[in-house]
């Protein structure tokens, strides 16, 4: 599975901002068409190591608009393997149809499994997963957003040579972490990482921890608009200024948060002068098309 790094250029924001500050996005939302940004840098070598293993079945978790899901549908359709999504919420096994995130996994091949919150909540469980495999029989599991250590390799790639010698500061939307953490794991002492998470939490922190001993990393956690999938008018505002101002496509979820709480961050005067400042589109757009955001993007 190639991963062309001319699919995820390197774009300067032609925005005015202060101190003679640049602002440049790479465009992983591009790096593949359906097995988007930071989710197909995440899935690589857990599909070489799959196939190595000789598994011919994902299994995976998500919610019903996840990004993951997408991911691993799409990447099963096209990388020959069969795929299960057990997916957070009984009450959503008739509304498939209803859900462009549901159809069009299942429409990929994808075998969607509905199971209880309550049930959800014990999917890292052992007797859980031997249920699963009594079930649907053998599988490589991939956890809910896809980190593992496969995953974080995976997101080391995302920065490359020129991107180490260039930029100050790389920003990033924080989920699960890791993502950041093959970032943060790539990057030069010289470099800054910064971290928007787009839910509430403190634990993020120690689950970065896990995959990376450096210390040129933070958390901003001023941003999450509220919690995961929250948001509010000033960030579905600024999501359709961004693309009417840029012509770059981003959802509210994640990127939207990140760039909202960057621009906030620099017109605080956050950062010196002159600095060369990287954020990374990790695409997920598929999210857009669900009739949550319909209405406003
Ligand atoms: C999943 C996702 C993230 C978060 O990545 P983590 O590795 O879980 O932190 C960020 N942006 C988008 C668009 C995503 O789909």
Known sequence: ???????????RLMLEFPNNISVFIKREDLLHPQISGNKFRKL??????????????????????????????????????????????EELVDKINDNPTLKLAQQQGM??????????????????????????????????GGTNALAVEGCREIL???DKQQFDYVCCAVGTGGTIAGIIE????????????????????AQIQQWTNKTNWQLIPDYHGGGYARTTPALLQFV??????????????????????????????????????????????????????????
Do not use: C, W
């Not at 599975?1 to 774009?11: R, V, W």
């Not at 196939?51 to 691993?72: C, E, K, P």
């Not at 990127?255 to 906030?264: H, N, Q, R, V």
């Open 111 to 144: 075998q969607l499994v509905f199971i209880s919150r309550a049930d959800y909540r014990s999917k890292s469980q052992a007797d859980f997963i031997q249920k699963l495999n009594n079930q649907f029989g053998e599988f490589y599991l991939i956890p809910e």
């Open 44 to 89: 690589k070598y857990n599909l070489h190591a799959a196939r190595q293993m000789d598994y011919n079945t994902l299994l995976t978790f998500g919610g019903a608009y996840s990004n993951h899901i997408a991911a691993v549908a799409a990447a099963g359709d096209e990388f020959g393997f069969n795929t299960i999504g057990i997916i957070r919420g």
């Open 240 to 297: 359709q200024d961004f693309k009417a101002q840029t012509g770059i496509e981003i959802e509210p979820i994640y990127t939207g948060k990140m760039l909202f709480g960057l621009f906030d961050l620099i017109h605080k005067h956050y950062f010196p002068a002159n600095s060369q400042i990287l954020v990374i589109h990790t695409g997920g757009l598929q999210g857009n098309l669900s009739s949550r955001f319909n209405s406003v993007i």
């Open 160 to 162: 490359t040579a020129q």
């Open 186 to 205: 790539s990057s030069t002492d010289q470099q800054t990482i910064l971290g928007f998470p787009a839910l509430k939490g403190d634990f993020l922190q």
């Open 1 to 11: 599975m190639l991963i062309d790094a001319a699919n995820s250029p390197n774009q």
